[in-house]
C-alpha cells in the first residue's frame, strides 16, 4: 500500500548551523516574528538569534509571553504582534511550546477565526514561512505537522494538524541545547523516546517511519544517560538532538499511540509538561500495549541490546520494558505523587481524561485493541 512521506522542507544539522541558516532566514521574508520565552532571552539564546538575522538585513519583532504549555490566549497576543508589526514570516527559537506557539500563530495569519476553531479539523491554508530552532532535544515540533494548544474555555488540549504546519526550515544546532537543566533533559529526551517508541509500534508505522524510529531509540539508549549526567558533554548532545528530530520524523509519519492519548488529559487538568506526563505513564501503557505487539517491540528489545537472538519475541518485548524502566528510574522521574499531584482530585478526573483520550484518536493506533474503560484502569495503576 502505498504511504506518503512527509519532513521539512529543508534541515539544517550539526555544528554551526545556524551560521549556515542565516542566507535562508533572508530569503524567508523581510520581517521576522521570533517566538520564544523569556528563559531563551536571560540565557542569550534570543540575542544569538538577533545577531544572525542582523548580518543578513532582516528585521525582527520578539513575541516573547509564551511560558508553560501553549494556550489559546497566547495565540492570539503573538497572532497580534505579528499584524501589528507587519511581520510576513515566523521563527520559533525553544523548546516544544514556541515551536507549537509559532504554527498556531502562522495557522491564524493565513486561515483567520480562533485557534479553537480548528479542533478537529485539518488546517489546510499555507502558512507564512516558519522556521524552527529547537533548544531542546525532545518535542520533535520541528519535523512535525502537529501542535498541541490548550483551550482555556474548555480545559482541554486540542491536537491540531496539517501538512501546511510543517515548518519550512528546521535548524538542529546543538550549541542550543547545552544550557537545557537536567530536568528538562531527562524530560524531553524520555518523550522524544516515547515518539520513538510509539512511531515503531504503531499501526501506523510504514517502512521509512520504522527506521528513523529505530535510529531514534538506539541513539537515545545510548546518549540520553549521558546528556542528563553531564550537560556539557558535546557528543551527547549533538546526538540527542539527532534523534529527537529523528523520532519527531517518525511519528510525524507514523502517528502517536497510547502514552500520548493518556498525556494530554494529564497535561491539560494538572499542568503537567508533557514530556514529564508522557515519562510517567510509560511503564504502565507500555505494560498494556506488550500484549499486541510483542513482535515489534520484541525487535526493539534486540535494537537496544536489553535482549538477544536467543530470546523469544514476547521475552525479548519484557526485557525491553524492562530497559524502559531502568531508564525513567535513572532519569529520576517523578510519580504523579511525588510530582505533587492530589490522588483525590486526580481520581475524580479519571471519568474526564479516559474520554479526553479517547477522543484524542492517538490509543486507537495502539495494535492492542483499546476502550475507554482500559484507559480509566490505566489512569488508576498509577497509583
Not at 509519519?253 to 497535561?267: D, E
Not at 531502568?326 to 478526573?349: H, N, R, V, W
Request: charged share 20%; with cysteine; glycine share 8%.
Amino acid at each position: 500500500m502505498a504511504r506518503e512521506f512527509i519532513i521539512p522542507g529543508q534541515i539544517i544539522s550539526g555544528s554551526g548551523a545556524l551560521d549556515m541558516a542565516e542566507t535562508y532566514f533572508k530569503e524567508m521574508g523581510k520581517k521576522a516574528l521570533i517566538v520564544t520565552d523569556k528563559v531563551m532571552i536571560d540565557l542569550g539564546n534570543v540575542s544569538v538569534l538577533e545577531a544572525a538575522l542582523k548580518n543578513q538585513g532582516v528585521e525582527y519583532a520578539v513575541y516573547s509571553e509564551i511560558n508553560g504549555e501553549p494556550t489559546d490566549t497566547m495565540i492570539e497576543g503573538g497572532l497580534e504582534l505579528y499584524r501589528n508589526e507587519g511581520c510576513d514570516f515566523l521563527i520559533a527559537l525553544g523548546g516544544g511550546t514556541p515551536m507549537d506557539s509559532m504554527k498556531a500563530i502562522g495557522a491564524l495569519v493565513t486561515n483567520g477565526g480562533s485557534i479553537s476553531d480548528y479542533m478537529g479539523k485539518v488546517i489546510s491554508v499555507p502558512t507564512p514561512p516558519m522556521a524552527a530552532i529547537p533548544t531542546t532535544a525532545g518535542t520533535g515540533s520541528e519535523a512535525t505537522q502537529f501542535t498541541i494548544i490548550t483551550d482555556t474555555v474548555k480545559d482541554i488540549k486540542m491536537l491540531l494538524k496539517g501538512q501546511v504546519l510543517m515548518p519550512s526550515l528546521a535548524v538542529i544546532d546543538p550549541q542550543f541545547t547545552m544550557t537545557a537543566p537536567p530536568k528538562i533533559t531527562a524530560a524531553t529526551g524520555l518523550d522524544a523516546l516515547t515518539h520513538a517508541i510509539e512511531a515503531f509500534t504503531s499501526r501506523k508505522a510504514q517502512t521509512l517511519s520504522d527506521t528513523f524510529a529505530l535510529s531514534a531509540v538506539k541513539r537515545i539508549f545510548k546518549y540520553l544517560p549521558a546528556a542528563y549526567k553531564d550537560g556539557k558533554n558535546v557528543t551527547a548532545r549533538e546526538q540527542m538532538s539527532v534523534a529527537a528530530l529523528e523520532a519527531g520524523i517518525a511519528f510525524n509519519n507514523a502517528s502517536v499511540t497510547l502514552v500520548h492519548g493518556m498525556s494530554r488529559p494529564i497535561g491539560a487538568l494538572f499542568h503537567v509538561a508533557h514530556g514529564l506526563s508522557n515519562a510517567m505513564l510509560l511503564k504502565e501503557c507500555l505494560t498494556f500495549a506488550l500484549e499486541g505487539a510483542y513482535p515489534r517491540f520484541g525487535e526493539l528489545g534486540r535494537a537496544v541490546g536489553a535482549a538477544d537472538g536467543s530470546d523469544s519475541d514476547e521475552e525479548a518485548a519484557v526485557k525491553f520494558l524492562k530497559a524502559v524502566e531502568e531508564m525513567c528510574a535513572e532519569l529520576d522521574t517523578p510519580t504523579l505523587a511525588e510530582y505533587g499531584i492530589d490522588k483525590e482530585q486526580f481520581f475524580q478526573s479519571i471519568e474526564k481524561m479516559a474520554k479526553d483520550a479517547m477522543d484524542s484518536g492517538s490509543p486507537q493506533n495502539t495494535q492492542r485493541e483499546v476502550t475507554e474503560a482500559d484507559v480509566a484502569q490505566i489512569y488508576r495503576n498509577l497509583w
